[in-house]
Nanobody
């Protein structure tokens, strides 16, 4: 059974940092694109960042560029999201996602991701 399990969320103050982790099990994702999405109350889920299977390519939504960094460790079947200088508008449930294998590049489209985690809540107080 394929599982993606996120961790690292929490309640922080504006300007603080958090590091989200996503551990995958059930199959190897080292040829898949991995992504982080988020969903705030009353809003649709949207892309935060995506990373290619090699880790050489990354995509970021404009609002997090320069503050967030996505990375992966294929040996540990894991992906990470380092979030710095957090803002109240970053408050959301953050989801990890994985594409099918042999995926080239990154993707900001939910349709390219087949596996999803249950999410971890990030709350940033102002």
């Amino acid at each position: 059974q394929v599982q993606l399990v996120e961790s690292g969320g929490g309640l922080v103050q504006a300007g603080d940092s958090l590091r989200l982790s996503c551990a995958a099990s059930g199959r190897t994702f080292n040829s898949s694109a991995m992504g982080w999405f988020r969903q705030a109350p009353g809003r649709e889920r949207s892309i935060v960042a995506s990373i290619s299977w090699s880790g050489f390519s990354a995509f970021y939504v404009a609002s997090v560029k320069g503050r967030f960094t996505i990375s992966r460790d294929n040996a540990k079947n894991s992906v990470f999201l380092q979030m710095n200088t957090l803002k109240p508008e970053d408050t959301a449930c953050y989801y990890c996602a994985a594409s099918q294998p042999d995926f080239s590049g990154t993707s900001y489209s939910e349709r390219d991701y087949e596996y999803w985690g249950q999410g971890t809540q990030v709350t940033v107080s102002g």
